[in-house]
């Protein structure tokens, strides 16, 4: 099924992780084509100075739900809220993430948790608890933001490459289960991108020579794979070397290679 975004002008559409990088991008590209949006992410100021931009150059609607998606509660509150202002979600944006670089002891029990649980789990319930709007309309969509992480096992970075390895997966599988409803759910795997994130994963230097390509041209690619039809869409540079890298060759032998790219500066 393909998906117009622009006949979808004053639907609403939610987008999490929505006060930077790709969620911001995604804000502006829906806004323009006449999408009303739900915000949300932790910064209740970010997301109301957005609103307001959004509202004045656009002339769209916007609800700002300050959240944060790591707790477990987050989810069902974001469904309560937007079902007390009237609101069925016709685009699910599932962009909100966190990443941790470095080894895997060197955080606390807690904070894998929280990445675990906003990465992983968030995603997982909201499909499901919008599951009934987005089924109410003829023709909705859901995007998963994935990882080029998910083609192997990643050492020093090892609960981000398992959170979105379990997002891949089921992302993929429910775009066939729900094909048949007109809900269109895309796996985006951006490559390396020009966000806040690696700074805010800890990420070290000496890892970030590719260049980062700019939140706009994923964006773009996301929503041309839409009018597409595509289930999956990346923007990341030799993903097809990496499957059969990571398919192939002994697992011992993988990780090890990869261990070599992630392992901190101190440590080689």
């Given at each position: 099924m393909n998906v117009d975004i622009s006949s979808w002008r004053g639907d609403w559409a939610l987008v999490t992780g929505a006060s930077c990088g790709i969620g911001l991008a995604f804000c502006r590209a829906l806004a323009?084509?006449?999408?009303?949006?739900?915000?949300?992410?932790?910064?209740?100021?970010?997301?109301?100075?957005?609103?307001?931009?959004?509202?004045?150059?656009?002339?769209?609607?916007?609800?700002?739900?300050?959240?944060?998606?790591?707790?477990?509660?987050?989810?069902?509150?974001?469904?309560?809220?937007?079902?007390?202002?009237?609101?069925?979600?016709?685009l699910l944006v599932n962009n909100a993430g966190a990443g941790h670089w470095g080894r895997f002891a060197g955080a606390s029990a807690d904070v894998h948790r929280q990445l675990m649980t906003l990465n992983a789990v968030a995603p997982v319930v909201l499909c499901r608890l919008f599951a009934d709007d987005l089924a109410s309309f003829k023709g909705a969509a859901v995007i998963n933001l994935s990882s080029p992480a998910v083609y192997q096992p990643v050492p020093y970075m090892a609960a981000y490459a398992a959170s979105k390895s379990a997002?891949?997966?089921?992302?993929?599988?429910?775009?066939?289960?729900?094909?048949?409803?007109?809900?269109?759910?895309?796996?985006?795997?951006?490559?390396?991108t020009a966000t806040e994130?690696?700074?805010?994963?800890?990420?070290?230097?000496?890892?970030?020579?590719?260049?980062?390509?700019?939140?706009?041209?994923?964006?773009?690619a996301s929503l041309g794979g839409l009018k597409r039809g595509d289930v999956l869409v990346t923007t990341a540079k030799g993903v097809f070397g990496q499957r059969i890298f990571g398919g192939l060759f002994p697992p011992a032998f993988v990780v090890r290679k990869v261990a070599a790219m992630f392992r901190p500066p101190a440590e080689h």
């Open positions: 323009a084509e006449g999408m009303n949006l739900v915000l949300v992410a932790r910064r209740a100021d970010v997301l109301n100075e957005l609103a307001v931009s959004l509202a004045r150059d656009a002339g769209v609607k916007c609800l700002v739900l300050a959240h944060d998606l790591s707790e477990p509660d987050a989810p069902t509150e974001l469904l309560r809220r937007v079902g007390e202002e009237g609101i069925r979600i016709r997002v891949h997966s089921f992302s993929l599988a429910l775009s066939e289960e729900w094909r048949s409803l007109g809900v269109v759910v895309q796996t985006l795997v951006p490559g390396p994130f690696d700074a805010r994963a800890g990420a070290y230097g000496s890892a970030l020579g590719e260049a980062r390509a700019s939140v706009e041209s994923v964006v773009a």
